[in-house]
């Protein structure tokens, strides 16, 4: 039972407000240390933890006022100029801080935070006394765990073959309630909107062939890591709402002229009247489905105040100086994304100030100021967003990247031989890779860049790197804005048509049979001087090839760019998918309906060029889609 009974909504008001505050709060301290002698900014930092002191002790939270007092009396001693800020009272104030956050997850769980730890006590009382405080604890950041690879799980009624897969007719029998989707519930019922909808994800990765063994059900994650709520401007749902009051009168248009046209009535007039309002619904649903989504639409601001803190702790642990400047903070994301994109910015701030940033001796000794800089910085560009980690610090060495996955025998040496320096590069996200010959708390297991990729890659995105030795890195990532619509092309193969995710389209090229070419006894196109393999889509499906292809789309996967080969094209087209529940046919991201209501399979790329070279996952493949086709 919780020890909050009857104030269970006012706790997670204060929860949800104190925890915003409290962030910006810590965001706000790392730039005090930078300008001590900013009032300003000491004021809105003293009434942030005095708004928090104010809630606590509303709910009796007696530990939490006490810390917040002694907390708060050190912020007005240094406002009032009784005191001047240090390294190590800074130290202080971050560690109560922190200890703020963890009495904030306690009390989620409906449980009453015990007192503060006596030694930060002692060094609060100490730092209001004026004397040094007693050993400065400098907490390092928590490492972010690796998510588990998801497995897929059959039903229980459900019966498996052979190759632990439940059989195509039901993978087929699935799909039955894409086509027919449940009726909307009645007006008059209650809907809850608190819980934010997890939008679909869209590229359903299929379960590695290697885990054959007995399947276990994926862990959840806890909700109280994630947040169910989420804040929306009043003018967004005052749009919302005038579109759906406008998508109400045009409803009662057409129902009017349908009257009239089931009576009979097929004048010009009439069709031209029924012409205009199916154009002014097509209209107000386009508006409608872009406003609906800018309400999921979050600043990455509130992504990216966490991180100076993290920065600035594990500098200090590192005995380096490092200044994390953020750009573009107001750029908006898809609130969903926002908490998916968390572990691999974690990871990238904490490499760039670990492994990029040299220690303060050794970038004196390059000629460097004392001080690195790591830039985080996000711009929306066209329909997706950019977001780059960058510092000026040591660089990193291709052939030092691969002598080390060479020692590590994640490659060969004959792969070795044939990288350049960007395929160099791309090692660092193999699991297992690290440049450390120590493992420590912060880095050395070679877990970290692999979650990066693959958090990334479940985010329908891609990372860049790009490396001067001596100057720095980048390391850019590219993603849509929402994964509830996804851009498409859709191409067509042996009369089927498929979907392709348009961010890995770069072109569409006429593919003649003069300039196909065997090279290493693969089919290649030379393309602006760059030599591309050429892969047929109807092959890679498992089906035979009814006709030479004509067209191919030149790709570009995480790894590679290829041609794909295909038969004609549908068109480009904004596509919602579907998922497919409790299946994961190789190489299908998800389903989703054509103008005619016909199902049209949404393809994942990286999967279906990995399993296409296994013959019963392309048999598998063709099996269900040829069931899909019929």
């Known amino acids: 039972m919780s020890e909050f009974s009857g104030m269970d909504d006012l706790l997670q008001d204060f929860l949800t407000e104190s925890t915003e505050l409290l962030s910006d709060v810590d965001s706000k301290l790392v730039e005090l240390e930078k300008r001590p002698d900013d009032k300003h900014l000491l004021n809105d930092i003293f009434r942030g933890f005095h708004t928090i002191k104010g809630g606590a002790g509303f709910l009796n939270v007696d530990a939490m006022v006490s810390l917040c007092h002694r907390t708060e009396n050190l912020f007005d001693k240094l406002r009032n100029g009784e005191m001047t800020l240090t390294p190590e009272i800074m130290d202080t104030i971050l560690s109560a801080t922190a200890t703020v956050q963890d009495m904030f997850v306690v009390m989620q769980q409906g449980r009453m935070p015990v007192a503060a730890n006596a030694g930060l006590l002692a060094s609060l009382d100490a730092v209001l006394q004026g004397e040094v405080p007693p050993a400065p604890v400098i907490a390092a950041p928590a490492p972010v765990a690796a998510a588990p690879a998801p497995v897929a799980v059959a039903p229980a009624s459900t019966a498996a073959d052979a190759n632990g897969e439940p059989p195509w007719d039901v993978l087929y029998n699935a799909l039955l309630d894409i086509e ?85 009535k097929m004048d010009s007039v009439t069709l031209k009247a029924l012409d205009e309002a199916i154009s002014q619904l097509d209209l107000l649903v386009g508006d409608l489905q872009n406003a609906v989504m800018k309400t999921r639409m979050q600043p990455i601001g509130r992504l990216f105040q966490k991180y100076p803190r993290l920065a600035r702790d594990l500098a200090r ?29 974690v990871h990238l701030v904490r490499n760039a100030v670990d492994h990029g940033c040299e220690t303060m001796a050794e970038r004196t000794a390059a000629g460097k100021p004392a001080q690195a800089t790591v830039e985080l910085s996000a711009v929306q560009v066209g329909d997706h967003i950019q977001i780059e980690i960058t510092d000026n610090g040591r660089g990193m060495r291709p052939d030092v990247i691969r002598k080390k996955a060479l020692e590590k025998g994640l490659i060969d040496a004959e792969t070795a031989n044939s990288l350049d320096d960007k395929q160099c590069l791309q090692l660092i996200f193999m699991p297992g890779f690290s440049t450390k010959d120590q493992i420590s708390s912060i880095s050395g297991r070679g877990v970290g860049m692999d979650v990066v990729k693959t958090n990334i890659q479940k985010l329908n995105g891609r990372i860049d790197i790009q490396s001067v030795v001596g100057e720095g890195s980048r390391f850019t990532i590219t993603l849509p804005l929402t994964l509830a619509i996804l851009p498409v092309l859709v191409v067509r193969v042996c009369d089927q048509p498929f979907a392709v995710p348009l961010a890995m389209v770069r072109e569409i090229i006429p593919i003649k049979s003069e300039q196909v070419q065997e090279v290493s006894g693969r089919a290649t196109i030379v393309v602006r001087d760059e030599i591309l393999p050429v892969k047929s889509l109807a092959r890679l499906l498992g089906w035979q090839e009814t006709e030479v292809p004509s067209f191919g789309v030149l790709m570009t996967s995480a790894e590679h760019s290829f041609i794909l080969a295909v038969d004609s094209f549908v068109g480009r087209d904004d596509v919602v998918i579907k998922p497919l529940q409790n299946i994961h046919p190789h190489g299908v991201a998800g389903a989703t309906l054509s103008g005619d209501g016909s199902v049209v399979l949404v393809l994942d790329m990286e999967d279906l060029l990995h399993s296409g070279t296994s013959d019963n996952a392309a048999v598998r493949s063709s099996q269900f889609i040829e069931q899909i086709a019929a």
Not at 227 to 256: A, Y
Request: aromatic share 0%; glycine share 6%; proline share 7%.
């Open 180 to 264: 027919n989707p449940p009726q909307v519930a009645d007006a008059n019922q209650e809907v809850v909107i608190d819980d934010l909808p997890a939008v679909p994800a869209a590229a359903v990765r299929a379960a590695p062939a290697a885990a054959k063994g007995p399947a276990t059900m994926q862990q959840p994650m806890s909700q109280s890591s994630q947040e169910t709520t989420i804040r929306i401007d009043t003018v967004r749902l005052d749009q919302v709402l005038n579109l759906s009051g406008e998508i109400g009168l045009t409803k009662n248009r057409l129902t009017t002229l349908r009257t009239d046209i089931m009576a009979g």
């Open 317 to 345: 642990q590192l005995g380096k100086e490092v200044d994390l400047v953020l750009i573009g903070e107001e750029t908006e994301l898809d609130k969903t994304m926002l908490e998916d994109l968390n572990d691999p910015l």
